[in-house]
């Protein structure tokens, strides 16, 4: 009896210990995971060990939104140059920006060296990023050594366009910000003041871009989707393309003028940068060098290299029954008509002092339906248009 109660205090014995070391294991085990669950998580993400030590070195915030990504981000590409590891903002700059992986560390970190004051002044990393795509380093310079405040100068910052070194003129201006933005920076918009910076629009592909004296493309921007258009063409036009949703919008116009006896037919569509070009040349040996400039753009500030303008014409002007198709019945039916399907007089007759283009009565340009009404309705060339709503691309000082 003794010996069977001793083999089971024994046995009890060696129960505690094995529930003891397992109990050790355990909290061995959950401590391991607790204190590396950021290690295993970013190795699931696909995170080398070198690259798990980086990032968990930064910040927990930081450290964060790497944990949040859908996936790991290619860090190697960014280490082959020295680096502070701002990774998700290398790839978010650089997605945005054509530039070499030296500029976008250089800008990125660069940035951060100041990001602490602007913290300080109320700009969120959020916002911050935002600005990125527009500011360059000096303009973030700019607003830390003049002490502005977030909650000051947000207006101004959300018109596209904005110059911050303008932004001094625009509060003295006491005009919200859209109007201050409009006339203080970008006042030539009107071609009766002085043009004072040529700027390059860094998204060409926006259906509402202003192209004239001051506001160019690049000269080998080719629009990604021209089309051939399925209407009449006149025998001088050498190419007959528009964008897809233009060259669309300008059939179902032709379409429907036919059916109430009228015909559109297409005088010049696109031009690349090389037809303006020649265009550009011509005029100037035909004409004196003032008047050239009125009657054709310098090449890059033609509006037909963005595929959305057209020079129309119609079946009597081609046979010789009127001179020029503004004096057709053809032009009164599209003047009336041509909002309805997304297009706008650009030059007309009694706003040459503002568009800075003699009258084109053929001259037609693709805004889209929303702003051609709008545009139709107020009376206003894209000009005015844009001074109302502000420019809804990016632009860069050339």
């Not at 041509?338 to 030059?347: K, Q, S, T």
């Amino acid at each position: 009896m003794m010996a069977q109660t001793k083999k089971r205090r024994i046995n009890r014995k060696k129960q505690i210990k094995r529930l003891s070391l397992l109990a050790l294991i355990i909290v061995l085990i959950i401590f391991l995971f607790v204190s590396n669950f950021n290690r295993m998580r970013l190795w699931i993400k696909g995170y080398g060990f070198s690259e798990q030590n980086i990032l968990l070195r930064l910040d927990k915030s930081w450290l964060n939104e790497y944990l949040e990504l859908d996936s790991a981000l290619d860090l190697e590409t960014w280490d082959t140059v020295e680096n502070n590891h701002h990774y998700i903002d290398y790839v978010n700059y650089s997605s945005n920006h054509d530039v070499s992986n030296e500029q976008v560390v250089q800008y990125v970190d660069s940035f951060y060296e100041l990001y602490g004051q602007l913290e300080q002044a109320g700009f969120s990393i959020e916002t911050c990023r935002e600005l990125m795509d527009s500011l360059t380093i000096d303009d973030f310079q700019a607003i830390v050594d003049a002490g502005y405040k977030y909650e000051d100068i947000q207006g101004y910052l959300d018109i596209n366009g904005v110059i911050v070194s303008d932004i001094a003129a625009y509060i003295d201006s006491g005009l919200d910000p859209l109007d201050a933005v409009m006339n203080v920076s970008y006042p030539f918009i009107d071609s009766q003041n002085t043009i004072t910076t040529n700027y390059q629009i860094m998204e060409p592909d926006d259906l509402l871009v202003l192209v004239k004296h001051g506001f160019g493309v690049s000269s080998d921007y080719v629009p990604d989707d021209l089309v051939s258009t399925n209407i009449m063409v006149s025998d001088s036009n050498p190419d007959p393309r528009l964008r897809k949703e233009a060259a669309e919008a300008l059939e179902k116009m032709a379409e429907d003028a036919s059916k109430e006896g009228y015909t559109l037919a297409i005088n010049s569509a696109y031009r690349s940068y090389e037809d303006q070009q020649a265009v550009y040349d011509e005029y100037f040996t035909m004409y004196d060098p003032v008047t050239a400039a009125s009657l054709v753009a310098v090449p890059g500030y033609s509006e037909h290299q963005l595929g959305l303008s057209v020079d129309l014409t119609c079946k009597d002007v081609i046979d010789g029954v009127y001179g020029v198709f503004g004096d057709s019945p053809d032009y009164d039916w599209t003047i009336a008509h041509a909002h309805e399907y997304g297009f706008i007089l650009r030059y007309p007759e009694d706003k040459t002092a503002i568009t800075g283009t003699a009258n084109e009565p053929w001259h037609y340009r693709y805004v889209g339906v929303e702003a051609a009404t709008e545009i139709y309705e107020n009376g206003w060339t894209l000009e005015e248009y844009i001074q109302h709503h502000g420019f809804t691309y990016d632009l860069s000082p050339e």
